[in-house]
């Protein structure tokens, strides 16, 4: 299928199969970042503004969410289930979109990141979780998400003997990743916006985390005929370990969709240079991603991914390993800086 426009119909179609409930404010921005890119040679900056999708502080978990909890209100679910890090951005998406669909929101939260102080267990995400009325549980490990997915198994139980209807949006890569069509749909956006813009990308840069927004976008890209070159940023885990995960989400794409983009090894391209010490933990390069953008861009980027993907972006831009024009997917998460108030404070 080589026309353009029938790639587009047929991808269209597909993703029209599948239940969504819409949440965010589309499309979202697509700006030159004119002052941070007259600090590299050879490469002009851009930013894809998925911060604004509009529910509870945006972020691009409200794109994913469309298809989550289009799922739960086709099983007519009352409540719904989610787990992740103290301080995670898809766990408030998640209990403000249940509050805005009047549904009950349980969360679980993991011990990600080490040695963290009092402010970040009560300010930034988890105060917004408080606020928008979700119930807290906690699980002690941070690195067993097959176990954090019993757990949450678990309290769903409970719950089913209680009377409620529980969905549960998983953790692990076993699972179909339902919100990967939400990027896959933002693909399509995006190209759009090219077009309309007379833009041409040569590169995109995303956080590359779960892997549901890297392996959508990716997929949706090829699926559609670009060739723009995508680099995932490992917030989480190495670049190795990554790869076979996007690899598997593409996998279980095209079975969902019935479609093959043909992705071959080499367009699944991660960097983990910004990943040490850990998830969640601070490091001199992110630091500086942070401060430079925010100084430059009047833009904010949260110390757990987005400054970690730009942190990524600024290391292969000087290291000449892309150039052009360059996007930076902004993936949200700014709540998430209130949770690090005390480690930024004297470092900004």
């Not at 996998?251 to 910004?274: F, Q, R």
């Not at 601070?282 to 953008?293: G, H, I, S």
């Not at 990524?312 to 996007?327: P, T, Y």
């Amino acid at each position: 299928m080589s026309d353009p426009d029938a790639k587009l119909r047929n991808l269209t179609e597909r993703l029209a199969a599948f239940p969504r409930c819409r949440l965010a404010h589309l499309p979202t921005p697509l700006e030159a970042m004119e002052r941070l890119s007259r600090q590299f040679d050879g490469a002009k900056l851009f930013v894809k503004r998925d911060d604004c999708t509009g529910l509870a502080f945006g972020g691009n978990k409200v794109r994913q969410l469309e298809f989550y909890l289009g799922q739960a209100l086709k099983e007519e679910a009352d409540t719904v289930l989610i787990t992740g890090a103290v301080q995670s951005n898809f766990v408030r998406t998640t209990a403000a979109a249940a509050a805005r669909l009047g549904m009950t929101c349980h969360i679980q939260l993991e011990e990600r990141v080490p040695d963290v102080d009092a402010l970040h267990r009560t300010s930034g995400n988890v105060l917004l979780n408080q606020i928008l009325g979700a119930t807290l549980h906690s699980y002690p490990v941070g690195e067993d998400e097959a176990g954090a997915d019993a757990n949450l198994g678990k309290i769903a139980e409970e719950l089913r003997r209680s009377g409620s209807k529980p969905y549960i949006i998983p953790l692990g890569a076993g699972h179909d990743p339902l919100g990967a069509l939400g990027y896959i749909d933002a693909a399509a956006e995006l190209l759009a916006q090219l077009d309309q813009q007379s833009l041409q990308l040569d590169h995109l840069i995303v956080s590359s985390g779960s892997g549901s927004t890297h392996a959508g976008l990716l997929f949706g890209l090829r699926a559609l005929g670009s060739r723009i070159g995508v680099t995932g940023v490992c917030p989480r885990r190495d670049a190795k370990s990554q790869q076979l995960r996007i690899a598997g989400h593409v996998k279980k794409l095209t079975a969902m969709l019935d479609i093959d983009p043909v992705i071959v090894s080499e367009d699944i391209c991660l960097t983990d240079v910004s990943l040490a010490p850990g998830y969640g933990q601070l490091n001199e390069m992110t630091l500086r991603a942070l401060q430079l953008t925010a100084q430059c861009e009047g833009l904010f980027l949260d110390p757990v991914y987005t400054a970690k993907a730009m942190a990524g972006l600024f290391h292969l831009v000087e290291q000449r390993a892309i150039s052009g024009n360059v996007l930076f997917w902004h993936t949200g998460g700014q709540p998430a800086i209130f949770g690090y108030g005390e480690a930024l404070i004297g470092e900004v």
